[in-house]
């Protein structure tokens, strides 16, 4: 019996963040760019370069909680957009993780309201919420929004949207002292990405609001350069509810993966991310052993599974002809502590662990 498949979310650009959001409304919000914002009590994380010692710039912030569980949630990842470390892969990378009990954040609220007698919502009435305010704590399962509205994310012309993506200009002033493992910061600017918010649809209902005309574009570039008949091969994949024999016939075996990868992400070619907690990744290439040895977490010492993974159309995002700033992948692959612990009283982000996949073609996504 074939196992049954994890739902996976799809992470699209919208509209900008403006000005300086501060509070509840900042950290329940994904976005990719910007700084990163930080729980009640929870230090927000400074991470610094492991090659250049200089402060790493936030790719993306991910907001979330698990059902079932107390805490808010929130995922930090960071790179460093120097052209000298773009070959220390992993060690130019940083991931870290950060959780608050619920009530926690409702004392700090109910202290600021009292402070300036302004009454504020609460933080999930009138938008779906990703956690659950149960007493009762069974296995933590996959979440169902990035905490944000996507009521208009399949009317957006994304497309255009991307074009005018470019590098904020960097901020001024040392960074902050960091947490332990995390390095020490030197007094340097904190290269900035103009962030964006993050809205969230399901790629299953997703399918059938987008066309195919790109990916089957980028396809054809692809078979030309390679030799392999791969517009034959999409066109008979798509119509044939996951028949694969025809990706066992002509495709070498290291292009069978960059196929496979290309025609799930057809159907949502913006696609900026991809969420499914204790699901499958979409590998770019092979995978190596990395993904077989994981390491363990180092709090509690339980395995980690797989949460989500950053999308090539990213990349276009997070550059700067003008300040010679860039992150370049193909696609990182982010993975947590299945138990997702945080001791008590924790006030520090916990590092997590990320794989990078180079891009096999770069051509292909620009």
């Given at each position: 019996m074939a196992a049954v498949r994890k739902p996976v979310l799809l992470g699209l650009r919208d509209t900008?963040?403006?000005?300086?959001?501060t509070g509840l409304g900042a950290w329940t919000a994904s976005k990719l760019g910007g700084v990163p914002d930080a729980l009640p009590a929870v230090a927000a994380p400074r991470p610094v370069c492991e090659l250049c010692r200089q402060p790493l710039a936030l790719v993306v912030q991910v907001y979330c909680p698990l059902e079932g569980s107390p805490f808010h949630r929130l995922l930090h990842v960071f790179a460093c957009p120097r052209p000298g470390c773009a070959s220390g892969r992993a060690r130019s990378w940083k991931v870290f993780r950060s959780q608050c009990l619920q009530m926690r954040e409702?004392?700090?609220?109910?202290a600021q309201k009292q402070e300036n007698g302004l009454t504020a919502e609460d933080w999930c009435e009138g938008a779906d919420d990703w956690g659950s305010d149960s007493e009762e704590a069974p296995p933590p399962q996959v979440i169902s929004d990035f905490g944000n509205d996507s009521s208009s994310a399949k009317d957006r012309d994304w497309t255009a949207q991307l074009q005018d993506l470019r590098l904020q200009d960097p901020v001024p002033g040392a960074a902050p002292a960091v947490p332990p493992g995390e390095g020490v910061a030197?007094?340097?600017?904190?290269p900035q990405f103009l962030p964006y918010y993050i809205c969230v649809v399901d790629e299953d209902d997703y399918r059938d609001f987008v066309s195919l005309d790109h990916a089957q574009s980028l396809l054809r570039e692809y078979q030309q350069r390679e030799g392999t008949d791969m517009e034959q091969l999409l066109s008979h994949s798509l119509s044939s509810d996951g028949d694969e024999k025809y990706e066992k016939t002509?495709?070498?075996s290291g292009d069978k993966m960059f196929y496979k990868f290309m025609k799930r992400i057809a159907a949502c070619q913006e696609q900026i991310l991809r969420y499914s907690w204790s699901g499958e990744p979409l590998f770019l290439t092979c995978p190596t052993s990395e993904v077989t040895e994981l390491p363990a977490c180092s709090h509690c010492g339980i395995q980690r599974i797989f949460e989500f993974q950053l999308m090539p159309t990213l990349v276009s995002m997070l550059r700067s002809a003008n300040l010679g700033l860039s992150v370049e992948f193909g696609t990182i692959l982010i993975y947590t502590c299945e138990k997702s612990c945080w001791p008590q009283n924790h006030q520090t982000p916990v590092e997590e662990f990320c794989i990078i996949q180079e891009d096999p073609d770069e051509l292909l996504f620009k």
């Open positions: 900008a963040v403006h000005g300086c959001p409702k004392e700090t609220q109910d030197l007094p340097s600017v904190v002509i495709i070498k």
